[in-house]
Every structure is written in structure tokens, then in C-alpha cells.
């Protein structure tokens, strides 16, 4: 059974549902000239541990890592510009992702059902996916997440992005540029206790607040 793979120089895209359901396989390590992962290509990979990705990785597609309960870290380089949709869903165990400084969209559901503590939104991320009626946000319901720090170029924050985040007590907004925090936004997370903003009074006045955003 296939337990660890290299994947050797030559390769550039990690095709969709390459590995999906690789059920033994525990160890990736991609090699210098792959730059993109597709759909589902290690959907269901539950004894996955580690994921070495190189620096020139621009896309992670959508349910990529979906399932892989073992995975505790990941590392997303700094050249990876979009997350997909449900890209990281229900990786229970994940507790630590590193998301990379050049990551302009992250898509619905990315990291719904895992265990992080914090989240840090790169500077350069300017679209993060909201969710409509009866859907979660990127962040939704994670319990354990205590820390959100929001970036400089994200204008809105999304519907939903961290309802039902119960645990968060600390959000930093690092920029003067956010315009909107939408509707449920933050709705739930009743433990925060300090929010943090790098602009005027004049421009927190500005932000348009929707509703159920009372923590």
C-alpha cells in the first residue's frame, strides 16, 4: 500500500483526484515544478500527516485536502494566490495552517471543520468567500480560534466568515481600508473581548456594520 510519495520534478499539476482515497498514505513531498493541485486530489487521505509543498505553488483547488484527518500543520507558500472552495473542510485535527503572504482569494467552507487557533489574513487577500443562506463561512463554527488578524487589502468581510466561532476573544483589523463587515459576520463569537483597529475614528465610522454582528 502507497504510504509516501515524492513527487519528482516534471510534474506541474497534481491532477485532479490524483491520490483521492489513498487510504494508507501518510507522507507528501511535491517537487520543484509542480504548481498548482487540482479537485479532490487528496480527498479522503486519512492517515495523511505531512505535506511539503515547494515555493512555487499558485493554486489549491477545491476539496484538495478535504478529509485528511491526521493532517495537524500546513504550510501554504507565499506564491499560492486562491484557496478553493471546502479546499481543507474537515481536516478535524488541523490545528496550525500557515497561509501564505501572496493568497488573494479563499473561497467558501476552506477550513470549515478543523481545529485551528488563529487565523492571520495575508495582506494581499482581497476577496474571502461569503456564505448565503444555509451555508457556512470560511471559518465558521471553529471553536477553538481564539485570534483573527485581518489584512490590509481586504475591504469587505464576508458574510458569515466566523459565525459561530464561540472562542474568539481577540480580532485585530489592520488596515483602513475595510469598508464592510457584512451581516453574521461575527455573529455568536460572545467571547470577544478586544478589537483592534489601525484607522481613524473616522474611518471605524465609515464601516458599514450589518446585522447580527452583536458579540
Do not use: H
Request: net charge negative; proline share 1%; glycine share 10%.
Amino acid at each position: 500500500s502507497l504510504k509516501t510519495v515524492d513527487l519528482g520534478n516534471g510534474l506541474m499539476r497534481v491532477a485532479k483526484a490524483m491520490f483521492a482515497g489513498c487510504a494508507e498514505l501518510e507522507s507528501v513531498k511535491f517537487g520543484e515544478s509542480v504548481t498548482s493541485v487540482a479537485r479532490s486530489a487528496f480527498n479522503g487521505c486519512s492517515k495523511l500527516k505531512t505535506v511539503t509543498m515547494n515555493d512555487d505553488v499558485r493554486s489549491i483547488g477545491e476539496y484538495a485536502f478535504q478529509n485528511c484527518t491526521s493532517l495537524t500543520e500546513i504550510d501554504i507558500p507565499d506564491k499560492v494566490q486562491s484557496i478553493g472552495d471546502s479546499a481543507f473542510k474537515g481536516c478535524s485535527n488541523l490545528l496550525k495552517v500557515n497561509i501564505g503572504e501572496s493568497v488573494e482569494t479563499i473561497d467558501r467552507y476552506a477550513f470549515n471543520g478543523t481545529i485551528i487557533r488563529s487565523v492571520i489574513i495575508p495582506d494581499e487577500c482581497k476577496s474571502i468567500a461569503g456564505a448565503g443562506m444555509g451555508y457556512n463561512g470560511v471559518f465558521q463554527g471553529i471553536k477553538t480560534l481564539k485570534d483573527v488578524v485581518i489584512g490590509q487589502e481586504l475591504e469587505v468581510i464576508s458574510r458569515c466568515i466566523f459565525a459561530d466561532c464561540t472562542g474568539i476573544e481577540r480580532v485585530y483589523i489592520k488596515n483602513n481600508k475595510t469598508t464592510q463587515i457584512s451581516d453574521y459576520a461575527f455573529s455568536n463569537c460572545r467571547s470577544i473581548t478586544d478589537v483592534y483597529f489601525t484607522g481613524s475614528e473616522e474611518d471605524w465610522n465609515k464601516i458599514v456594520i450589518g446585522k447580527g454582528n452583536e458579540c
